[in-house]
């Protein structure tokens, strides 16, 4: 039987494609997708945050674009995952902290991204998310698809990993369907704008993993934050709306 486990245990090994080609295969739909929607949304003076980052895919996308990194705040709850984020001759800032409770202020944020976010893919992320977020922000969101799930993982909710010592651990891992995807988003207050797919034929650059099947492996959420409503005073001016406290 696997024994319940963290990402700080799998840190060493995460990203080796030998031992895990699966993590590699879903990391680079994952990046593809994300990245689509990075180049459609993102402005240079946007404030981001990137959570349960591990090595940011957002600090990769900006390198490569040739971007500042002043503006990008990285979360992830294991410190050992975080320092795959590490730039020697950048500094950046990062969090050690749970995705579903972010020590920050609320509407801090224009874009929220999270990649392979199944580890915290609960209704308190996402009420968190809506509250970091601006009005008129957004959030990208990737997890392995539903379809791979229900056909390799049996919809458990915990994902299983071999490590290089012999241990078998489980993680949480909460794959949901489309249809209570959108609902948990919408029961926080965000809308759901545009979903995406990547196919298992779309792979290029790692070694396809046994665990795959045809279809879809990776679902790719973008979701909103309503801009405030305006309401009128009773001399007909118009004031907008104070955000709730969280």
Request: negative net charge.
């Amino acid at each position: 039987m696997p024994k319940d486990g963290t990402y700080a245990d799998l840190a060493s090994e995460y990203y080796d494609p030998i031992r895990h080609p699966t993590c590699a295969n879903f990391r680079e739909g994952s990046q593809a997708l994300i990245a689509r929607w990075l180049n459609e949304l993102v402005k240079s003076d946007d404030d981001v945050l990137e959570t349960g980052a591990g090595a940011s895919l957002v600090a990769e996308w900006l390198e490569e674009e040739g971007q500042e990194l002043s503006t990008l705040v990285i979360a992830d709850s294991s410190k050992e995952m975080l320092r795959y984020s590490r730039r020697p001759s950048v500094p950046l800032k990062m969090l050690v902290c749970d995705s579903q409770r972010l020590p920050l202020a609320s509407e801090s944020f224009n874009i929220i991204v999270a990649s392979l976010g199944d580890p915290y893919n609960t209704p308190e992320f996402w009420v968190e998310a809506a509250r970091l977020l601006r009005p008129n922000g957004h959030v990208i969101f990737t997890t392995p698809s539903f379809d791979w799930a229900d056909q390799f993982r049996d919809r458990a909710a915990s994902a299983e990993f071999v490590l290089r010592d012999g241990r078998t651990i489980s993680v949480p891992s909460f794959i949901e369907s489309e249809e209570r995807q959108r609902e948990i988003i919408g029961l926080s207050g965000l809308v759901l704008i545009d979903v995406r797919s990547f196919q298992d034929t779309e792979i290029r650059s790692t070694p396809r993993s046994p665990k795959l099947r045809r279809g879809s492996i990776i679902s790719a959420y973008l979701a909103a934050k309503k801009p405030r409503q305006k309401k009128r005073t009773s001399m007909g001016a118009v004031e907008m709306e104070e955000p709730q406290k969280c």
